[in-house]
């Protein structure tokens, strides 16, 4: 399976979770929801969702999505296909969630990983957060190093290219620190709550996202990759 392949999977069952649907909304969800998929297409999606359902993962039910009126089949028509997760799926699911290797820090993984962060536990949620963290800082020290190499060879327009990667990077290092302290704080919060030290939070609740953050954060499904 390709690293491409395996988010879709991830979001698919991601989605799925939440409540059954057919096709087109799920290709609906992954656009409008998730930014790094509106490049997908349905010859990507309906293997991916024929994969899933011989893996046991989901299973296909004849009929219409029960919250969506317009998908009412046509007389004479066949009915659409609504996709459901089965209690493997869900299991699988969560196995995916709990992984923190380093496919989950690279940009388009890491968009699929933040928009599911709210079912995520927070140790998860911060073991990603400080993995994309580490990989855009590394990231960022080779492109000074590149730029201080090759500077007196670039022309203005090429230059000020290398200059607008590394603060979109620059941007999105801040952006994480903020993430990352809220984390730090909400885990202080709840250990100096009553009984707080013996609990560990797998609620998948957020709760501790940075207030008031303004249009300069970067977006998580953007390509950072200059």
Request: proline share 5%.
């Amino acid at each position: 399976m390709s690293r491409r392949s395996g988010i879709l999977e991830f979001a698919v069952l991601g989605l799925l979770r939440e409540s059954p649907m057919h096709g087109y909304e799920l290709r609906k969800r992954l656009n409008t929801s998730l930014g790094v998929f509106r490049a997908f297409s349905y010859g990507s999606l309906y293997p991916c969702l024929k994969a899933l359902v011989a893996s046991g993962w989901l299973i296909e039910e004849p009929g219409n999505h029960p919250e969506d009126p317009l998908a009412a089949p046509l007389a004479g028509r066949r009915a659409k296909i609504v996709y459901r997760l089965t209690a493997e799926g869900k299991e699988h699911f969560e196995e995916l969630l709990s992984q923190t290797g380093p496919d989950a820090y690279e940009d388009e993984h890491f968009a699929a990983r933040f928009a599911f962060f709210g079912q995520t536990s927070r140790d998860v949620r911060m073991r990603v957060l400080e993995g994309r963290r580490s990989r855009l800082e590394e990231r960022l020290e080779k492109m000074r190093a590149s730029l201080a190499r090759t500077r007196e060879r670039l022309d203005d327009y090429t230059l000020e290219l290398q200059r607008h990667g590394m603060e979109s990077v620059e941007r999105e290092v801040r952006w994480l620190n903020e993430l990352i302290e809220s984390e730090r704080a909400g885990r202080d919060q709840q250990r100096s709550a009553p009984g707080g030290s013996a609990q560990q939070d797998t609620s998948g609740k957020a709760g501790g996202l940075p207030r008031n953050r303004d249009s300069s954060r970067p977006d998580p499904s953007a390509d950072t990759d200059k």
